[in-house]
């Protein structure tokens, strides 16, 4: 097995039921890609690659949740989860 060091550009993100999971983000310029990868217990589990045109399509569809679950909100319904 080979060890690859984790680069530079990533951010880490909690899971949201507070447990051992994490999210990592790291974009992976050489490759031309962005890799999602799920971390349990310090160890990666998990990952997918997307290409430059995949990562723009989903951060549109985390801004259309978002703008969505605050539409929500603001009706005065709380958002689920």
């Not at 984790?6 to 507070?18: S, T």
Request: hydrophobic share 45%; charged share 20%; proline share 5%.
């Amino acid at each position: 097995m080979t060890v690859t060091a984790l680069p530079p550009r990533g951010e880490w993100f909690g899971d949201a039921r507070h447990g051992d999971r994490a999210l990592r983000v790291s974009w992976h310029l050489d490759l031309g890609c962005v890799v999602l990868s799920t971390w349990r217990e310090g160890t990666c589990v998990a990952t997918s690659r997307l290409t430059r045109d995949e990562a723009a399509r989903l951060v549109g569809a985390l801004a259309e949740g978002l703008a969505a679950a605050t539409a929500h909100r603001v009706v005065g319904n709380p958002v689920p989860g």
